[in-house]
Nanobody, 124 residues
Framework: QLQLVESGGGMVQPGGSLRLSCVAS????????IAWFRQAPGKEREGVSC????????NYADSARGRFTISRDNAKNMVYLQMNNLNTLDTGIYYC?????????????????WGQGAQVTVSS
C-alpha cells in the first residue's frame, strides 16, 4: 500500500513562491504516476500537474502551466511541486496522489492513493 505525505505548505504573498514536497513509502515510486491536486474552500478538487512513472513525462493544467514545475526523484521517493508567481486563486489544500504508471487526467477518481494535504495560502 503506497503512502504519501506532503510538506512545504504555508502562507506567501502574491507573486511569491513555495515548493511542496511529497514523500512516498510502501512501493517503488517509478511504478506510479504522481499528480498534484488542490482544493479551494467551497470548490471541487482540481488537478494541477502530473508526472508519469519511469518515463518521467510531465503535464500541467492551464492554471499551472508556466508557473508551476513538477519534478521527481525516484531514488529518494520524492516528488516536488515548485510554484512561482503565486496569486490568491492558488490558495487551497494541495494533495499529492498516485496511480499506476501513467497519468490519468485531472479527475480525482482514477488516483488510488492520496496524501493528507498541505495548506497553501496566498494573501497580502
Amino acid at each position: 500500500q503506497l503512502q504519501l505525505v506532503e510538506s512545504g505548505g504555508g502562507m506567501v504573498q502574491p507573486g511569491g513562491s513555495l515548493r511542496l514536497s511529497c514523500v512516498a513509502s510502501g512501493g517503488p515510486l517509478d511504478h506510479y504516476a504522481i499528480a498534484w491536486f488542490r482544493q479551494a474552500p467551497g470548490k471541487e478538487r482540481e488537478g494541477v500537474s502530473c508526472a508519469s512513472g519511469a518515463e518521467t513525462t510531465t503535464n500541467y493544467a492551464d492554471s499551472a502551466r508556466g508557473r508551476f514545475t513538477i519534478s521527481r526523484d525516484n531514488a529518494k521517493n520524492m516528488v516536488y511541486l515548485q510554484m512561482n508567481n503565486l496569486n490568491t486563486l492558488d490558495t487551497g489544500i494541495y494533495y499529492c496522489a498516485a496511480t499506476y504508471y501513467y497519468c490519468s487526467g485531472y479527475e480525482p477518481g482514477p488516483y488510488q492513493f492520496w496524501g493528507q494535504g498541505a495548506q497553501v495560502t496566498v494573501s497580502s
